[in-house]
C-alpha cells in the first residue's frame, strides 16, 4: 500500500493533535511559530534558520499529553513552575524521526530561564538560540488576552518582556523582540494567524514509507504513553489486526497496522482523571469518552493520504447494526478493514490486562464476542477467524503488549534522566 503524505501535512497532524490535547490554546503553536519567526528575523535569521526555527515552535508543546489537568494549568502562567516534564516527553518523542534531529535540543530547552544557564546546560553543551526565541514568543502569545484588541496591549507585553531581560529572557533575543515588536503587523500576523503569510511553506516534498512509520510511531507513543490505562493497547491492537488481516486474505497489511495504532487518537482529549476512574463513569464523562472516535477522524484527516486510515480508525467504536459511535455509518460504508479494527479492538480489550482486572480466559472472551456478533455488533465472518485461530491470534496479541509494555517502561525512565538533564531555573523571590 502506497501512502503519499507530504512533510506539511505531517506537521499539520501532529500541530492538530497537540492543540487538542490542549483544547484552551489552540493555534498556541502557529502563533509561536510567527511571533518566533519574525523576533529571528530581526536577528538576521537566513529563510532556512527560520524555517526550522518555526517547525520547532509548531511543535514545542507536544509532550503535554501526559499532563493532567492541574501541570497543564500550569502552562498557561507567564513563569511555569514545572515545565521539565513535557519538555522532556517532547524531546524523546520527536527523537523519533530523523525528520526533526535539529529540534530535539530546542524542544527540549524551550522553558529554560536566561540566568540560570546563559547558553548552556549543565554539561556545558550550547543551548539553541532557537529555544531563547521560543521561549520568548510562547510567553508573548500566553501574555495577550483579547487578540482584537492587541495594538492596546501590545505595550503592557513589550514592558512585561524587556524588565526581564538578563532573567527570564536572552538579552539578545529581547533586543530583537523590542525592534522587531515596533510594528503593528508583528502583533497582527501573530494574533491572526489564520491570515497571516507568515508559516511553515509546504514544498511538496512527500514521505517515504519509513518516514511515515516513524510518524505513526510519535503518535502511537503520544496514545499508549498517556497513562498506565492506556500504555499497551493499541499495540495489542493493531498487531491483532494485521494477523485477522492475513488470515482473511490480505495481502498488504499496512493499512490495518496503522489504522490499529491510530485508533485511539481521540483519546488524548480525555483527561487521565477519566481514563484512570476507578469506579464507574458520570454520563457526562461517559459523554466525553464517547467523542474519541471523531476527534481520531478530525486529527488523521488533516493529511489527505491518511484519510483512508482516518476512516477505518474512527469507525471502531461503530457496530453492524448501527448502534454504535458517532458515525453510524451504512453497511456499505463500513468496509472490511473498519470490521477488522473494531473485533481487534474487543479481542484486545477482552484479553489484556487492565489496572483493575486481569485479561479474561478464552471461554470469557469468545462467549461475550459470540454474545456480541449474534446481535450484529461484530461480522460474524470476522469473529468465526478469531474463534477458530484464539490461541494464534492471542499469542501475538499478548507478544506485541510485552513487548510494547517493556518500552513504556523505558520511555519513563529515559523522561526521567532527561528532566534531570534540563538545567534547573533560577527562582526569584517575587516569581
Not at 491483532?240 to 491510530?262: M, N, P, R, W
Not at 486529527?299 to 493520504?305: I, S
Not at 484519510?307 to 477505518?312: G, S
Request: charged share 25%; aromatic share 8%.
Amino acid at each position: 500500500m502506497d501512502i503519499q503524505i507530504s512533510r506539511a501535512e505531517l506537521v499539520r497532524t501532529l500541530a492538530a493533535t497537540q492543540d487538542l490535547v490542549c483544547p484552551v490554546v489552540a493555534g498556541h503553536g502557529k502563533r509561536v511559530a510567527i511571533f518566533s519567526s519574525l523576533i529571528a528575523e530581526a536577528l538576521g535569521y537566513t529563510t532556512k534558520e527560520r524555517e526550522r526555527l518555526m517547525l520547532a515552535a509548531e511543535l514545542h508543546d507536544i509532550g503535554c499529553f501526559t499532563l493532567s489537568i492541574t501541570e497543564m494549568k500550569d502552562l498557561h502562567a507567564f513563569d511555569v513552575l514545572a515545565p521539565e516534564k513535557h519538555c522532556a516527553v517532547g524531546y524523546i518523542l520527536l527523537s523519533q524521526s530523523a525528520l526533526f534531529k535539529d529540534i530535539t535540543n530546542t524542544i527540549l530547552h524551550h522553558h529554560v530561564h536566561w540566568d540560570a544557564t546563559k547558553g548552556f546546560d549543565i554539561e556545558g553543551n550550547p543551548i539553541p538560540l532557537d529555544a531563547y526565541i521560543i521561549h520568548l514568543a510562547d510567553r508573548i502569545d500566553i501574555s495577550i488576552t483579547n487578540k482584537h484588541q492587541i495594538l492596546t496591549e501590545m505595550k503592557r507585553i513589550i514592558k512585561t518582556i524587556t524588565e526581564l531581560s538578563g532573567t527570564l529572557f536572552c538579552p539578545k533575543v529581547v533586543r530583537a523582540f523590542e525592534d522587531a515588536s515596533a510594528r503593528d503587523a508583528f502583533w497582527l500576523h501573530g494574533v491572526h494567524s489564520e491570515y497571516s503569510t507568515v508559516g511553515l511553506q509546504d514544498t511538496g516534498e512527500m514521505l517515504s514509507t519509513p518516514q511515515l512509520l516513524e510518524l505513526v510511531d510519535i503518535l502511537t507513543l503520544a496514545i499508549d504513553y498517556k497513562s498506565r490505562f492506556t500504555s499497551t493497547h493499541s499495540s495489542g491492537v493493531a498487531a491483532s489486526a494485521v494477523e485477522l488481516g492475513k488470515l482473511a486474505g490480505f495481502k498488504d497489511t499496512l493499512h490495518l497496522q496503522l489504522a490499529g495504532q491510530l485508533h485511539d487518537l481521540g483519546k488524548l482529549i480525555v483527561p487521565n482523571e477519566i481514563l484512570e476512574k476507578n469506579g464507574p463513569l458520570t454520563d457526562e464523562e461517559r459523554a466525553v469518552i464517547e467523542t474519541h472516535p471523531f476527534y481520531t477522524f478530525s486529527m488523521l484527516n488533516q493529511a489527505k493520504g491518511l484519510r483512508d486510515i482516518a476512516r477505518t480508525a474512527s469507525f471502531h467504536q461503530d457496530k453492524l447494526n448501527g448502534r454504535g459511535y458517532p458515525f453510524r455509518p451504512v453497511p456499505e460504508e463500513y468496509d472490511i478493514p473498519a470490521r477488522i479494527l473494531a473485533i481487534s479492538d474487543i479481542f484486545t480489550a477482552l484479553t489484556e490486562d487492565r489496572p483493575y482486572r486481569a485479561g479474561l480466559d478464552e471461554s470469557s472472551v469468545l462467549g461475550i464476542m459470540r454474545k456480541m456478533t449474534d446481535e450484529l455488533h461484530l461480522d460474524p465472518a470476522i469473529f468465526a477467524l478469531v474463534e477458530s485461530n484464539y490461541n494464534h491470534l492471542n499469542a501475538i496479541r499478548q507478544a506485541a503488549q510485552i513487548e510494547a509494555g517493556n518500552r513504556y517502561e523505558e520511555f519513563w525512565r529515559e523522561t526521567t534522566a532527561i528532566m534531570e538533564h534540563i538545567h534547573p531555573v533560577h527562582r526569584h523571590p517575587d516569581n
